[in-house]
């Protein structure tokens, strides 16, 4: 899913309303993080097979947050599965405003996006974790699922060095009225409140796009290995022996 193509509508040159943070316990915020995450994948059938126990995590959490992603789900099941994996590919793969990715806002394609990347890996090591998948680091349900797994300050900083590009995906995805904006709006609502200074930034982001500089990119593409004892896989996680 590494398609990129230029931008096929005009820019919005505004940004959608600010969204009050949502009152959350660190536990409901790591639900909302880890659903989040799920639901964020390519939904295949297992994501399908899986929406009941979604949908009963959802209802733990308050309403303001619970109710975007019920009304998620419920949309997904009445679409079905062609048809919602058709949307999906059409959204993330194929719109440069819709990346999954999230140095990709700040670097585009560009040789600043390798640095990125490396930096991703370097936070999760010094959180005692190990990034061992199918997707690049930034890959945003990975970030989410380390988020909620790690319960980390340092997951905490990389989503708010990654902010900008968390409420571009969102601008972009209401702007098409897509289901899964209601995702995104689901983690920000979860996060704190933006500034002045990062509502700039992204509308600078809304407004021009990110840098369109190519280059051949030929990192491995490489979920975490979780401290022993993190508890059950969700996207394949390894144990890291020794590592603090």
Known sequence: MSTVLPPRVTPRRALPDALTPASLTR?????????????????????????????????????????????FITRAREAGTSAWQKIYVTTFDLKRKCSLYLSYYATGDTRRRGTALVTFLDAYRAAGWEFDAAELPDYLPAVLEFSARSQSEVADAVLAAHREGVEVLRAALEGMDSPWADVVRAITLSLPKVDQRTRERVLALVSEGPPTETVGLSLPMPTFGAPAGAGPASRGFIGTGDRP
């Open 27 to 71: 536990a409901q915020r790591c639900t909302v993080h880890m659903l989040a995450s799920l639901l964020l994948d390519y939904p295949d059938a297992q994501w399908f097979e899986r929406l009941d126990v979604f949908e009963a995590g959802a209802a733990t959490l308050p309403a303001s947050v619970s109710e975007p992603l019920e009304r």
